[in-house]
């Protein structure tokens, strides 16, 4: 059954690999899945059309046959349950791989996206340094809890797996915040999520949008 | 196996079921598991060997034989895996459901955490009520977005499910808030969660803790 997933016809991230779709471009290109984009645009994912498929009007959506998902964090669990190399076979490091994809998403992307949404929404207020410092120390935290978690491991929890593709994205969103470079080994790790051929191809697939829709 | 879940010694909310343990008694009321508790101090949190257990110094975290998880989305996964009646058996139910685990703890939940750490970090601040009323129209939008959706559904997809236990314990942390007065299927909806004779077993187990520990 083909699979079709959506993602912005204009990126914020101009490409760069940030948007939600890129995770699960990652997880099908790590399965050899091949797949169809229908890109949307701002006023299109508000739509009654687009809603039905994901009542927050956000990207990506996932549809295969009858069935739609939405959240990254489900549709990878969906694709690593029907494709072996993203989920441990042994019972017990599986439970504990799906304990980080919550992780990543519950426990870390929240401060991160907080400290994006505090330069949208306020970056012009008096208060915006406070806040970001305030934003940033507990990034900080985390971070170095984290770090400490990790120590010299390859990836979260011996294998690679989905929790490594949220993760990695996750931490990416901080690339150009400065605060990863406190982190030698979080650097490292994303380093080596970076590598894979299959995060390449995703990265290529994405960003020949965002160049087909400016040249 | 015996199921073993870290609690607060002493909760924050004097026992009134917002403390994340809640979600997995409520999970393994549903379920019919007994399970024992060790309470744990805010000091013992963040010591090592916690930690080994926990990265981020939280609670609950679960431990059966030598498995040991956290983040209750995994938990609660993990519970819903081994035991009837938290997940559909149609694996197209089955992946939409764990969609709305995934919304709840993605989408919903940390916007509600954001307003309960800014009252915290920041109640003292002069820009205290300009951002509470940011961050309260950004809840809105989520809430008018998850009322439309559930119209006069009973649960978020077809069968109750682990789903709506998380989103019932997220939503609950608005219940103070009056922001969920606006939207009547939302507290239908959270009433008919609390309802369940598990929530209620769960909410007492969880109150007597408090009790106990305050008399």
């Given at each position: 059954?083909?699979?079709?997933?959506?993602?912005?016809?204009?990126?914020?991230?101009?490409?760069?690999?940030?948007?939600?779709?890129?995770?699960?471009?990652?997880?099908?290109?790590?399965?050899?899945?091949?797949?169809?984009?229908?890109?949307?645009?701002?006023?299109?994912?508000?739509?009654?059309?687009h809603l039905a498929l994901?009542?927050?009007?956000?990207?990506?959506?996932?549809?295969?046959?009858?069935?739609?998902?939405?959240?990254?964090?489900?549709?990878?669990?969906?694709?690593?349950?029907?494709?072996?190399?993203?989920?441990?076979?042994?019972?017990?490091?599986?439970?504990?791989?799906?304990?980080?994809?919550?992780?990543?998403?519950?426990?870390?992307?929240?401060?991160?996206?907080?400290?994006?949404?505090?330069?949208?929404?306020?970056?012009?207020?008096?208060?915006?340094?406070?806040?970001?410092?305030?934003?940033?120390?507990?990034?900080?935290?985390?971070?170095?809890?984290?770090?400490?978690?990790?120590?010299?491991?390859?990836?979260?929890?011996?294998?690679?797996?989905?929790?490594?593709?949220?993760?990695?994205?996750?931490?990416?969103?901080?690339?150009?915040?400065?605060?990863?470079?406190?982190?030698?080994?979080?650097?490292?790790y994303i380093a080596r999520?970076?590598?894979?051929?299959?995060?390449?191809?995703?990265?290529?697939?994405?960003?020949?949008?965002?160049?087909?829709?400016?040249?």
């Open positions: 059954m083909t699979i079709t997933i959506t993602a912005f016809e204009s990126s914020p991230d101009r490409g760069r690999g940030l948007a939600r779709d890129f995770r699960v471009r990652w997880a099908l290109e790590e399965v050899g899945q091949p797949y169809d984009v229908r890109l949307v645009s701002f006023k299109t994912m508000k739509e009654p059309a994901q009542p927050f009007g956000q990207i990506p959506t996932y549809e295969e046959g009858g069935l739609a998902l939405f959240e990254t964090g489900s549709i990878l669990f969906h694709i690593a349950e029907r494709h072996p190399g993203l989920l441990p076979h042994d019972a017990d490091a599986r439970a504990r791989a799906i304990t980080w994809m919550f992780a990543a998403l519950s426990t870390i992307e929240p401060t991160v996206v907080e400290r994006e949404m505090a330069f949208f929404l306020e970056r012009e207020e008096t208060w915006y340094s406070q806040r970001l410092a305030m934003i940033e120390e507990r990034i900080r935290k985390r971070l170095m809890e984290l770090s400490t978690w990790l120590g010299d491991a390859e990836w979260l929890d011996s294998a690679f797996s989905a929790a490594d593709i949220l993760m990695v994205t996750v931490l990416r969103r901080l690339e150009s915040s400065g605060l990863l470079d406190e982190y030698a080994n979080l650097a490292a999520g970076k590598a894979r051929p299959a995060y390449q191809r995703a990265f290529e697939a994405q960003l020949a949008v965002f160049t087909a829709g400016n040249t």
